[in-house]
C-alpha cells in the first residue's frame, strides 16, 4: 500500500510510525519545509529512537510530480482549520482510494462544512480511533446486553486533561502560543481538542436511542488573552426520555480523566482510556458491587496501527458505512460541536 501523509507534526509523526510498522510506502509532505527537517531530525527519532529511511519527504511545491501515483491511502494531519481546504485540493489534484482526516473534521463554523457533505459516497474516515478500540467494542457490547433487561438512567462522560499533558506530546513547542491548540477559531481548545469524547457520545446516542444533544445545555468557559483565545473547558448537560446526560472536558486537570459511565437501575458500565500506562479498562458493577474487571493492553502507537487495520481491512462500501469513523459520523460529531460553542456563548 502507498500512503501519503499531509503535516509532518505531532500525528503525522504518529502515522508515519504506524505505517513503517505496518510495512506500507510512505510518503509525508508538509508546506513548511522546516517542519519536513524537524520530523526528520528531531520528532521522529526522539519519539522511536531512529528515522526510518522508508519514509519518503516530499517539499509540497514538489507535489505535482506525484499527479499521476495513484495512493491507496492519504491522511489529513494538519491542524483543524486546514483540512477541508486540503482534502478538496487532493481530490482535484491526487488519485486516492481512501481518506483519513485527522479528528475533528474541521474547525468550529467552518464554512465548508456543507461542501463536504456531498462527499458521503467517498470512502472518508474520521480519526476518532477509540471507538474502533478493542476497549471501547467490549463496552458496546456489555451495554447492548444490559439494554435488553435494564433501564437507562445516566451517561456521564469526562474527557480532562491538562495543558501539561498536550505540551509533553508536542515537546518542540516552546508554549501553547506557538500552536492552533490555543486558539478556538484554529481548532483549539478543549471542546475541539478532546472531540473523541463526544464522538463516542454519539456512538452511544445512536446505540441506546437516547437523543442527548435534542434539548442540551451548555457552558464554554474562556480564557481570552491578546495571542490565546480558548474554551478551558466546556460542560454540557441534557435530560431526554429520563435519562441524564452529563458531559465535562477540560484543559486543567491535575490527573487525567478520559472515562464514561452508564448509569442503569442495578448496572453501573464504566470505560476508562488509559486506566493505566498501556492499558485500558471496563468494570462492570452489579448493585454497586464489582461484577467484572477487564484490562485491554495498548500503546500509544498501536492505537494508530489499530486505526489503519481498520481503514485497510474495508474493501467494499457497505462496510465503509458500518465504520463508527466514516464522515458521515464526523459531520454530524462537528455540528454537534457547533451547537455546542453556539449555545455556550450564551453563558460565557
Same mark, same amino acid.
Not at 76 to 87: M, V
Not at 202 to 230: A, D, G, H, P, W
Not at 234 to 242: C, D, L, P, R
Not at 260 to 272: G, R, T
Given at each position: ?8 507534526? =505531532? ?22 519545509p ?10 521522529? +527519532?526522539?519519539?522511536?529512537? /531512529?528515522? @526510518? ?16 501515483? #495513484? ?10 482549520? #486546514? !483540512? ?19 479528528? +475533528?473534521?474541521? %474547525?468550529?463554523?467552518?464554512? =465548508? ?24 467494542? /467490549?463496552?458496546?457490547? $456489555?451495554? &447492548? ?12 462522560? %469526562? ?7 498536550i505540551?509533553?506530546? !508536542? ?27 463526544? !464522538? ?9 436511542? @437516547? ?6 445545555? @451548555? ?6 488573552? *491578546? ?6 473547558e ?7 426520555? %429520563?435519562i441524564?446526560?452529563?458531559? $465535562? ?9 478520559? @472515562? ?6 442495578? /448496572? ?5 482510556c ?14 454497586? %458491587?464489582?461484577?467484572?474487571? *477487564? ?7 498501536s ?14 462500501f457497505?462496510? /465503509?458505512? &458500518? ?22 456563548? *450564551?453563558?460565557?
Open positions: 500500500m502507498r500512503v501519503l501523509i499531509f503535516g509532518a507534526g =505531532s500525528i503525522g509523526n504518529h502515522m508515519a510510525f504506524a505505517c513503517h510498522k505496518l510495512k506500507l510506502e510512505i510518503f509525508v509532505t508538509d508546506v513548511n522546516k517542519a519536513l527537517n524537524r520530523m526528520q531530525n528531531i520528532i521522529f +527519532p526522539r519519539r522511536y529512537g /531512529f528515522w @526510518s529511511k522508508k519514509i519518503n519527504l516530499i517539499n509540497f511545491k514538489n507535489l505535482k510530480k506525484y499527479k499521476n501515483f #495513484f495512493f491507496d491511502l492519504i491522511i489529513i494531519g494538519t491542524p483543524p482549520k #486546514f !483540512h477541508l481546504s486540503i482534502f478538496f485540493f487532493i481530490n482535484n489534484k491526487l488519485k486516492f482510494d481512501k481518506v483519513l482526516i485527522e479528528k +475533528p473534521l474541521t %474547525n468550529i463554523f467552518n464554512k =465548508s462544512l456543507e461542501k463536504i457533505k456531498k462527499f458521503n459516497n467517498k470512502k472518508i474516515f474520521i480519526g476518532y480511533n477509540h471507538s474502533i478500540s478493542k476497549s471501547f467494542s /467490549f463496552f458496546l457490547k $456489555n451495554i &447492548k446486553k444490559t439494554l435488553k433487561s435494564h433501564k437507562l438512567k445516566v451517561v456521564n462522560i %469526562n474527557w480532562n486533561e491538562s495543558w501539561h499533558g505540551m509533553n506530546a !508536542h515537546f518542540w513547542l516552546k508554549s501553547i502560543k506557538k500552536s492552533y491548540l490555543s486558539k478556538f477559531k484554529d481548532g483549539g481548545g478543549a471542546l475541539q481538542e478532546h472531540s473523541h469524547g463526544l !464522538h463516542l457520545a454519539f456512538i452511544l446516542n445512536k446505540l441506546t436511542r @437516547s437523543n442527548f444533544f435534542k434539548s442540551m445545555k @451548555s457552558n464554554v468557559i474562556f480564557e481570552k488573552k *491578546k495571542i490565546e483565545n480558548y474554551d478551558y466546556t460542560t454540557v448537560i441534557s435530560k431526554n426520555k %429520563n441524564l446526560f452529563k458531559y $465535562n472536558t477540560n484543559l486543567y486537570s491535575g490527573s487525567t480523566n478520559k @472515562s464514561i459511565e452508564l448509569i442503569f437501575d442495578k /448496572f453501573n458500565l464504566i470505560w476508562i488509559n486506566f493505566k500506562k498501556n492499558f485500558d479498562l471496563v468494570r462492570i458493577s452489579k448493585n454497586n %458491587n464489582l461484577y467484572k474487571e *477487564k484490562f485491554f493492553k495498548k500503546t500509544r502507537s492505537e494508530f496501527e489499530n486505526e489503519l487495520k481498520h481503514i485497510i481491512k474495508i474493501k467494499s457497505k462496510n /465503509f458505512i &458500518k465504520s463508527p469513523i466514516q464522515l458521515f459520523n464526523g459531520i454530524k460529531v462537528q455540528e454537534i460541536l457547533n451547537k455546542i460553542a453556539y449555545n455556550g456563548k *450564551k453563558y460565557i
